[in-house]
């Protein structure tokens, strides 16, 4: 994503002035899509910018969706490369497709896989010096995979968020969640996105155009700011290695 096209999401998300000290430190950020309608472009750009070569933040990934190749090379074409960051203890990934989830007891509990996950992230935290506390990013994808490798108990995933959400405030680093929102009825949204959705200083939805498919425009984003409280609202057009942010009737083709 080049600085032009994402002029608008940065200045909705605060990220257009300075990016140290991170502007989103200490703030609960809830990215919501369709399945129609991917937002895990907003996560890679909020990762890329988390790891800018002109800051020291650092960032914590929690892969439920994809393995790490993946995400890299998603970022290699958006100018960054993870393995260089990892190497420079700048990016921890924790790969949870490797976790074995079978039924009843063995699988993900908030005795077993979950607390196990949250002690791992707060001792990542934990062993970094003082003064980059405040720039780590916790970034998780996806809450509705979490979902299921908790055997499907959304308690214990808003267990997991909630404990993750005092990081906030011990730590004053961020919290990044990606969620898949229509794979829910309305009667049957689970507690943990409700929840999320209050938490969040800054809710991003991705969602299809209300006049159907179109071909110069994949989607809409709208950005709640609850902070400075605004809402923002833009199309978005995914290319190859970037995503073009434009408002109505702008679309740069």
């Not at 960054?80 to 700048?90: F, G, K, P």
């Not at 809409?220 to 409280?229: D, E, I, P, Y």
Request: net charge negative; glycine share 6%; charged share 20%.
């Amino acid at each position: 994503m080049n600085q032009r096209s994402s002029n608008l999401l940065d200045e909705a998300l605060g990220l257009d002035q300075v990016i140290e000290p991170w502007p989103l430190r200490g703030r609960v950020v809830a990215i919501e899509d369709q399945v129609d309608t991917s937002g895990s472009f907003v996560l890679h750009h909020l990762l890329k910018r988390s790891l800018s070569p002109n800051s020291s933040n650092v960032a914590i990934f929690i892969a439920f969706s994809q393995p790490f190749s993946h995400y890299d090379r998603i970022l290699r074409k958006l100018g960054c490369n993870l393995v260089s960051q990892r190497d420079n203890s700048r990016f921890f990934f924790f790969d949870m497709l490797k976790l074995q989830c079978p039924d009843g007891d063995e699988g993900i509990t908030p005795e077993g896989g979950l607390i196990a996950l949250y002690g791992k992230i707060h001792k990542t935290i934990s062993a970094l010096p003082e003064i980059s506390w405040k720039n780590v990013s916790i970034i998780i994808d996806d809450l509705s995979l979490m979902e299921v490798a908790a055997n499907g108990s959304s308690d214990y995933v808003l267990d997991f968020l909630q404990y993750c959400r005092t990081l906030t405030s011990e730590f004053d680093c961020s919290l990044i969640t990606l969620n898949h929102e229509d794979i829910y009825s309305n009667e049957d949204r689970p507690t943990f996105l409700i929840q999320m959705e209050y938490l969040a200083d800054i809710l991003i939805k991705a969602e299809p155009l209300a006049t159907g498919l179109a071909t110069d425009v994949h989607g809409q984003l709208t950005v709640s700011n609850k902070g400075w409280n605004k809402v923002s609202n833009f199309h978005f057009k995914v290319k190859e290695n970037v995503v073009e942010c434009f408002y109505p009737g702008r679309s740069r083709g």
